[in-house]
C-alpha cells in the first residue's frame, strides 16, 4: 500500500516537471520569435549560442530519473535572465518614441534648396539687366572721365565699375558692352567737335589743346577699367587693342575734322613769338604726331621742333644756312623786347658775387 502511494507521487511529481518545462520551452520560443533588436552594447555577442540553443543541445537522455531534484539540476539549465532583453527592448521603445517626437520633413528644407537654385539663377544677367543696371553705371562713370578737368576728383568706385565690366564680359556681354563703349565716346567727340568750329581764331589752338588734353587724361583711366573686356574680347575675337581705337576714334571724329583749319594757324603762331605759349604748342604737336605721324609732312620744321629725327641729319654744307636761321630767330625775339641773354648775365653776375668769399663772410655776420 505504501509502495503504491509513493509510485502515484512519483508519477504526479513527474508530470508536473514536464508540464514546468514545456511550459519554460514556449517562453524562451517566444522570445526568439521576437524581431532582432538595433544593436547595443546590451546585446549578447552573437557568437554565443543563445538560450534556446543551449536547451535544444541537451540530449534527453541525460536527464536522470534518481530524484526530482537531481533530474531537475542535471537535464535543464536555468533560463537567462531576462532584464538584457528588457532594457534593449526600453531602449527600442525609447528610440521610437523621440523618433515620433522629432518633426516630420517638412517642405522648408526643399525651399531652401530652391531658394540657393534661385539665387545662382539670379547671378544670371540677361540683356533686360545689363540695359537697366549695368551700362547705365558704365555711362555715368564714362561721363564723367571724358569730361573731367586735370586734376579733378570724381566720385566714382573704380572697383565697382572695374566689377560691373567684368560680370558683363563672363555673363557674355563683351560685344554690347564694346559696341556701346563705341558709341557713348563717338557721341561726345562728335559734340567736341561741333564746340570746335564754333570757336573763334584766336581762341582755336587753346580750345583744341583742351579738348586733346582731356581725351588722352580720359584714356588713362577708361582703358584700364575695361582691360578685362580689352583682354578677352577685343584682343582675342578682334584683334586689334581698346586704347588703339579710342586714340582712332578722336582721330576720325575731331582730329582729321580740324586738321587743314589747325595747321595754319599753328605756322602763324610759330612765325610770332609767344603767341601762343611754348606747351600748348608742343603738347599740340606731339599730339598729333601721335594721331597720325603722317601730318609731320604738312609742316616737318614745326614738327622738328618737338620732335627728334623728323629732319634729315645735318650735313656740313649747310651749316652756314643753319646759322643765319638762328641768327634770325635772335633778331626776332629782340625786336620783341626778349632780352634773356641780358638777363642771364645778370644774375650770373650776382650769383658770383654772392658766392664770393667777402660775400659770404658778410653773410655769415663776420667782418
Same mark, same amino acid.
Given at each position: 500500500m505504501e509502495e503504491s502511494m509513493e509510485e502515484e507521487e512519483m508519477l504526479t511529481y513527474e508530470a508536473m516537471m514536464d508540464d514546468q518545462n514545456h511550459n519554460n520551452w514556449e517562453a524562451a520560443a517566444d522570445n526568439f520569435r521576437q524581431p532582432p533588436p538595433p544593436p547595443s552594447s546590451s546585446i549578447p555577442d552573437p557568437g554565443r549560442e543563445p538560450p534556446g540553443g543551449q536547451l535544444l543541445a541537451v540530449p534527453s537522455g541525460s536527464v536522470d530519473r534518481k530524484g526530482p531534484k537531481e533530474g531537475l539540476l542535471m537535464g535543464l539549465r536555468p533560463l537567462p535572465e531576462p532584464s538584457?532583453? =528588457? +532594457? @534593449?527592448?526600453?531602449?527600442?521603445?525609447?528610440?521610437?518614441?523621440?523618433?515620433?517626437?522629432?518633426?516630420?520633413?517638412? #517642405? /522648408?528644407?526643399t525651399i531652401n534648396i530652391n531658394t540657393s537654385t534661385s539665387k545662382f539663377l539670379m547671378n544670371?544677367?540677361?540683356? $533686360?539687366?545689363?540695359?537697366?543696371?549695368? &551700362? #547705365?553705371?558704365?555711362?555715368?562713370? =564714362?561721363?564723367q572721365l571724358l569730361t573731367q578737368s586735370p586734376g579733378d576728383y570724381i566720385p566714382i568706385s573704380y572697383e565697382q565699375i572695374y566689377s560691373c565690366v567684368y560680370k558683363c564680359v563672363c555673363q557674355q556681354h563683351s560685344e554690347q558692352m564694346y559696341s556701346d563703349l563705341i558709341k557713348k565716346i563717338t557721341s561726345h567727340l562728335e559734340?567736341? /567737335?561741333?564746340?570746335?568750329?564754333?570757336?573763334?581764331?584766336?581762341?582755336?589752338?587753346?580750345?583744341?589743346?583742351?579738348? %586733346?588734353?582731356?581725351? +588722352?587724361?580720359? %584714356? !588713362? *583711366? =577708361?582703358?584700364?577699367?575695361?582691360?578685362? +573686356?580689352?583682354?578677352?574680347?577685343?584682343e582675342t575675337k578682334l584683334n586689334r587693342d581698346l586704347k588703339d581705337d579710342l586714340i582712332k576714334l578722336f582721330t576720325e571724329h575731331v582730329a582729321e575734322k580740324h586738321i587743314y583749319s589747325l595747321m595754319p594757324l599753328l605756322l602763324e603762331a610759330q612765325s610770332t613769338p609767344f603767341q601762343v605759349t611754348?606747351?600748348? @604748342?608742343?603738347?599740340?604737336?606731339?599730339?598729333?604726331?601721335?594721331?597720325?605721324? $603722317? &601730318?609731320?609732312? +604738312?609742316?616737318?620744321? %614745326?614738327? /622738328?621742333?618737338?620732335?627728334?629725327?623728323?629732319?634729315? #641729319?645735318?650735313? $656740313?654744307?649747310? %651749316? *652756314?644756312?643753319?646759322?643765319? !636761321?638762328? !641768327?634770325?630767330? !635772335?633778331?626776332?625775339? =629782340?625786336?620783341?623786347?626778349?632780352t634773356r641773354g641780358d638777363q642771364s648775365r645778370k644774375r650770373a653776375g650776382d650769383e658770383l658775387a654772392y658766392n664770393s668769399p667777402s660775400a659770404c663772410a658778410s653773410s655769415r655776420g663776420y667782418r
Open positions: 538584457g532583453v =528588457i +532594457m @534593449m527592448l526600453k531602449s527600442c521603445d525609447a528610440a521610437a518614441a523621440v523618433a515620433k517626437a522629432a518633426p516630420a520633413p517638412t #517642405p /522648408s528644407s544670371v544677367i540677361t540683356i $533686360e539687366d545689363y540695359k537697366s543696371t549695368y &551700362w #547705365p553705371k558704365l555711362d555715368g562713370a =564714362i561721363d559734340r567736341v /567737335s561741333k564746340e570746335l568750329q564754333a570757336s573763334p581764331p584766336d581762341l582755336y589752338i587753346e580750345r583744341f589743346n583742351i579738348a %586733346l588734353g582731356q581725351y +588722352m587724361g580720359a %584714356l !588713362q *583711366s =577708361i582703358v584700364p577699367l575695361f582691360i578685362y +573686356m580689352n583682354k578677352f574680347y577685343i611754348p606747351s600748348t @604748342m608742343a603738347n599740340i604737336v606731339k599730339g598729333l604726331y601721335t594721331l597720325r605721324p $603722317e &601730318w609731320v609732312q +604738312m609742316a616737318p620744321t %614745326l614738327f /622738328s621742333k618737338f620732335i627728334p629725327n623728323i629732319l634729315p #641729319p645735318a650735313v $656740313e654744307s649747310e %651749316l *652756314s644756312e643753319y646759322a643765319a !636761321q638762328d !641768327q634770325k630767330l !635772335q633778331r626776332e625775339l =629782340i625786336q620783341n623786347g626778349f
